[in-house]
């Protein structure tokens, strides 16, 4: 079974510059999440998608963050414009989400972008 | 003030030695579950625990929950260089998910 897709793996911007990040879940998962991990932080959720609905964006700094899930699949994720305080490694993960049980919320991750704002 | 608190934050041992690792939250979880994160990787789930009190074994790791399901630790026996990375708990209160602070360990040959 393929695992989380992540593109890039890298990637270096000026500050007030714009930058997407794009990501594959694993085929047949509902539930996509979207997280920023600041270096030795535990990530952080941003945006929560069930099938191409939003479930949660409470933590998405909407002024300059945006992210969609078309056709229930793929996501992008986008920053406009980056800020300093935006590097970090951007983390996508996917499950099938169960309701309730031991499988409830159980995650598979990317590897991950690695984001530097200079 | 972060939802899920690890302890310690960081920690170094000599190959061998046995080590645990705690994760503290004042919200009570359904279910909890334990990543492991190498360098320039994801996390990757070790274990979910969803039972208050239960106990699961991993090989040299040792997870368990609390009885009211508010805490949970994670114990390595005679740890190993490959034990080495940053261990993450995890879980949703409510909707939402939230993984703990992480314990970054590193085990010295």
């Known amino acids: 079974e393929a695992g989380v897709a992540q593109s890039p793996r890298y990637k270096i911007i000026e500050k007030r510059q714009s930058v997407a990040f794009w990501c594959n879940p694993i085929s047949g998962h509902a539930t996509l999440y979207w997280y920023q991990q600041i270096l030795g932080q535990g990530p952080k959720l941003l945006i929560q998608?069930?099938?191409?609905?939003?479930?949660?964006d409470s933590q998405l700094p909407k002024d300059r963050f945006s992210a969609e899930r078309l056709k229930g699949v793929d996501s992008t994720l986008k920053i406009q414009p980056a800020k300093l305080e935006d590097s970090a490694v951007y983390l996508c993960?996917?499950?099938?989400?169960?309701?309730?049980?031991?499988?409830?919320?159980?995650?598979?991750f990317g590897p991950g972008t690695r984001l530097t704002v200079t | 003030t972060q939802l899920l608190e690890q302890s310690p934050q960081f920690l170094s041992i000599q190959e061998g030695e046995n080590l645990t690792v705690y994760c503290n939250s004042s919200?009570?979880?359904?279910?909890l579950q334990w990543y492991r994160q190498e360098p320039g990787e994801g996390p990757v789930l070790l274990v979910t625990?969803?039972?208050?009190?239960e106990v699961k074994k991993l090989k040299r790791l040792t997870f368990q929950f609390g009885d009211a399901r508010k805490d949970s630790s994670l114990h390595i026996t005679a740890a190993q260089p490959g034990d080495t990375g940053l261990y993450l708990c995890?879980?949703?209160?409510?909707?939402?998910?939230?993984f703990g602070t992480g314990t970054s360990l590193t085990v010295i040959p």
């Open positions: 919200s009570v979880f359904s279910s």
């Open positions: 993960a996917s499950s099938s989400l169960r309701t309730g049980g031991r499988d409830a919320y159980e995650q598979y």
């Open positions: 998608f069930q099938n191409n609905g939003v479930v949660d």
């Open positions: 625990v969803v039972t208050g009190g």
């Open positions: 995890a879980g949703a209160p409510g909707n939402q998910f939230y």
